[in-house]
Nanobody, 121 residues
């Protein structure tokens, strides 16, 4: 089995910072892209940021210049550094990872359980 475990969510004041982590564990041959999504109450889940195995990143426009995605391939971990947070960043944040479990098997997208981020005014 493969598990993605997130940590680092919580309550933060507007303008502050928060760092989310997501560690993958289990039988893993290779991790391709990793990413962070979020879902606010009453809204659809949206992609926040993604990073390829080679380190190429992509961000949704609303977080560009404020959030930074990174990964540590040795630790099978992806991070989301959130700076200058705003009330509209309040949401449940989910990480995902495209994982191949062996050399001949398929690549499957796995999801974390979600971590709440609440930004107070």
């Amino acid at each position: 089995q493969v598990q993605l475990v997130e940590s680092g969510g919580g309550l933060v004041q507007a303008g502050g910072s928060l760092r989310l982590s997501c560690a993958a564990s289990g039988i893993i041959f290779r991790i391709n892209a990793m990413g962070w999504y979020r879902q606010a109450p009453g809204k659809q889940r949206e992609l926040v940021a993604s990073i390829t195995s080679g380190g190429r990143t992509d961000y949704t426009d609303s977080v560009k210049g404020r959030f930074t995605i990174s990964r540590d391939n040795a630790k099978n971990t992806v991070y989301l550094q959130m700076n200058s947070v705003k009330s509209e960043d309040t949401a449940v944040y989910y990480c995902n990872a495209d994982i191949r479990r062996n050399i001949v098997g398929p690549t499957t997208r796995y999801w974390g359980q979600g971590t709440q981020v609440t930004v107070s005014a």
